[in-house]
């Protein structure tokens, strides 16, 4: 049987004295009784005016879902005036509670949501997302309606909607519950042998000896909580200043979005929109969040079927809290596309971004691919990219690749500077997807093996692969990291930025001159061989029609650019990296048949024309 330490003890003893206390932060209003539901997707739905007066009535602790619904809730309010300095919000549990310790998730196994306040795109409901504050966005007496657009996920059982409630979230201990937490996890990840782990638990204790356990949900335990707080806040003091060269993480929002895996594409343009509304509310709550998001074919999928979401996402990229990032249509696959697909990875995406988003990504943003050929160096220098961040070589079976910043060098000669991802996730491997908090900034920092080098590393935090993103959690622990000055540094930016900064401070970094080869994942250049079939085959095709096409043009100035362009975004699109190497579920497979079918339908029509036109 394990004993624990009389620290353990403590520290567990911490731990649900904190746990008692976030029990608190959320007290229920009233339920939202005037439910109705669709069981099945509805155009306009979303909007206050659609009339939903033949949709059946829906009370909480019934059942919805099944395989792969896609179901419509309205849920009409007025909100009622909070007392004192509570912020209204609504809670949601639209299934059964998780409690989720790894990045693992957004498998579309469960269910997922997006919420419309009065027809606006506003945020996600989710497994690890329940709670939508409104303190923003309504007032007492107003008259509103949340429309849930709700997904069910790809296994055939329902959910048992668990709850629909106006709450009221008390700041003052949700506060003190943030900033006691991010205390312990310090403590927890600094470990009882730091200098300053003595000083740290003790400041602890003394400020939850203060709340009064006793009377917890009484006036008199916030008042207890209100004197927790501030002399937790005295004891912690003003946050300490880094000394310049110390151990410093930029900690950067994402969202990981596999454009299929275990969904299929119409599935990630549904994920993509929650991804992407999640992190515009967040800019809204909190102004120094940063984001970053590649993929050129993510943002086309908004623009054509989120216009809303776009404009948004357009103005937070001028102001500069929105980063668009990769240059590549998408995330492709590395190894099976011939050059020429990759080089139109970048001038697809670079022209799309430059052109819709007015940025030009200098960043190969590709933290999931399963390796990266000797050639793509060059290819990368000359599509105007400078700089390259992936997160996979960790990920290596048998040997550790050596180095965590570095120039790559390609076949050519030419070098690229890289930054590999140090977060390393409790399977030791290292991680694009996590929780911002103590453990991963210290683990960050503590991973890299470039620490004489250069003093400043790449968190990027935020849940994915399936999408989701960074939380109002990550973002209230990310305001808390430096409070006990025992962890690097932490602020956050972007990407560029980080390189800007990178470049002027480093010299003399080590080149790795080879391809980077995964030893992982075998199998992807095997697996489903009927789509590397087809890719080459297409491409070939596209080879040939654009040669023809010209020839065609010089002799009579017709040229199919657009239906070119839409055949070549097809084949870009089934490159990704979840695609081409077989690494999706079979349903992925058939949707890409069909797509090859009209890319090839297309190119026979193509060349038929350009012989007409050529003479031949
Ligand atoms: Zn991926």
Known sequence: MMTLTAVQMQLADLDQKIRTVQKHILRTIQP?????????????AEQPDFDD?????????????????????????????????????????????????????????????????DGRPLQSIDVRRTLIPLHDLVKPGERHLLALEAFSGLETHVHVFEQADLVAIHPLTEAFYYTARNLLDCLIAIGESHAAFPRLIAVLERALLQVDFFQTGTAAFFDSIARADEMLQKELGPEPTPAAGAPAVLCLGHSHLDLAWKWRVRHSIQKAARTCANALRLMELYP?????????????????????LFTQIRERITSGQWEAIGGMWVESDCNIPNGESLVRQFLFGKRYFRRELASDPQTAWLPDCFGFCYSLPQIMKEC??????????????????????FFWQGVDGTRILCHFITTPDRRGWNDYSVDLNAANVKGCWDSYRQQQANHEVLLSFGWGDGGGGPTAEMLENGRRLNAAGVLPFCRQGSVEGFFHDLEQRVSDLPVWNDELYLQLHRGTYTSQAKI????????????????????AYLRSGWYPQAEINRAWESVLLNQFHDILPGSSIVEVYQDCDQVYEQVRKTGAEIIQQALRRIGL
């Open 32 to 44: 939202l009784n005037t439910i109705r539901f669709h069981d099945g997707d509805v155009d306009g």
């Open 53 to 117: 007066r033949d949709w059946p009535f829906f009370s909480t602790g019934r059942t919805w879902g099944g395989h792969d619904r896609l179901c419509w809730f309205r849920m009409p309010f007025t909100y009622a005036a909070v007392p004192g300095n509570e912020k209204p919000g609504v809670l949601i549990q639209p299934g059964k509670r998780f409690v989720f310790r790894s990045s693992e998730g957004g498998d579309l196994r469960e269910y997922e949501l997006l919420v419309y306040l």
């Open 288 to 308: 120094e969040f940063r984001y970053s998001q590649s993929q050129a074919q993510l943002y086309q999928w908004m623009q054509t079927h989120q216009p809303v």
């Open 384 to 405: 105007g990219i400078r700089w390259f961040v992936t997160t996979k070589l960790s990920w290596n079976q048998f040997t550790s690749f050596p180095y965590d910043t």
């Open 532 to 551: 590397k079939k087809q890719n080459r085959e297409c491409e070939a095709l596209l080879h040939h029609l654009e040669l023809l096409s010209s020839i």
